[in-house]
């Protein structure tokens, strides 16, 4: 079984001699072994692309992770190469897209972590990939070191839509996000999915959401994204999804921050991190 692509990808010539505009994240600020060392915060940083570390008081997480082997022209310097990150106590992937579940990432974390997250059928693919998987239900719950994990839904089976771009009918369960509960707040990744309504509004207001505003018909798109921030509107939102791939005429890579300060109630909550730049999650009143 092969790991599907993402679809409508330009080619790198074509991307890198666009006129397009296209926003690039802030330049990177790179990490080293400090960021797995024991601490009494939590803290996250942005690795580029959709993925995060999250360390919780010593327990050590990645969440979407691609720091190396991608098949599109990056814009940024990764913040860590994958064999020098330090130690892992779980690896979390919120769906099979390549920018989200990089096997070669993957595969050169294996020595540091001993287990991956995700749903069903992205473990299916884990397992042939000789990776230590666990596969979840949408609503199930998990614990790494001392954060508790549950599994939200998602809407991003495009494949369905894409003749030819599967040999399997993708279902809504293959796809998640991720809420995370620390000692020290909660962190909501969504993952890639259209806007749930009745779902993305509806949620406990988190401590900190990691917020993909791209334009694309498969994730939120622009109006959804801002639907959703302001549906929480004391949230810190860490952007993300955005800046890092060469290509100004495929949406889901080409978010702007600029399209973001007159829209969402409390702009000032809006964090334009780096690539690297450390984030310390505060429970919210």
């Known amino acids: 079984m092969t790991q599907e692509q993402p679809t409508v990808i330009p080619a790198a010539s074509d991307a890198s001699t666009s006129p ?23 803290v996250l ?5 959709a993925g995060f570390l999250i360390n919780s008081r010593g327990t050590t997480l990645m969440i979407d992770p691609l720091l190396e082997g ?20 779980g690896v979390l992937v919120t769906h099979s897209d ?16 001993t287990a991956y997250h995700s749903t069903r059928y992205v473990a299916s693919l884990m397992d042939a990939d000789g990776l230590p998987a666990h596969g979840h239900d949408i609503g199930g719950e998990f614990s790494v070191g001392g954060v508790r994990v549950a599994l939200t839904p998602a809407d991003h089976a495009w494949q369905n839509a894409v003749p030819g771009a599967s040999d ?11 809420w995370l509960d620390t000692p020290d707040g909660s962190i909501w990744a969504p993952g890639d999915s259209r806007l749930i309504r009745d779902h993305h509004l509806t949620m406990p207001a988190p401590d900190a959401l ?3 505003f791209s334009d694309s018909d498969w994730h939120f798109g622009l109006d959804g994204a801002i639907e959703m921030a302001n549906a929480y509107p004391t949230t810190p939102l860490l952007l993300h999804h955005w800046g890092s791939v060469d290509a100004p005429d495929f949406p889901p890579f080409n978010a702007d921050p600029a399209s973001l300060d007159d829209r969402v109630t409390n702009p000032d909550r809006i964090h334009v991190l780096a690539p690297g730049e450390a984030f310390t999650l505060t429970r919210r009143k």
């Open 20 to 42: 397009s505009h296209q926003a690039k994240a802030p330049t990177t600020q790179p990490f080293g072994a400090d960021a797995f060392a024991a601490t009494e915060q939590t």
């Open 45 to 49: 940083r942005w690795l580029g692309m």
């Open 70 to 89: 991608f098949d599109m022209p990056i814009m940024i310097e990764m913040p860590i190469a994958t064999a020098d990150v330090q130690r892992l106590d």
């Open 98 to 113: 390549n920018d989200h579940y990089s096997v070669p990432t993957c595969r050169g974390l294996a020595a540091v972590t």
């Open 168 to 178: 399997r009918v993708h279902q809504p369960e293959d796809a998640c996000g991720f």
């Open 210 to 212: 990691l917020f993909d």
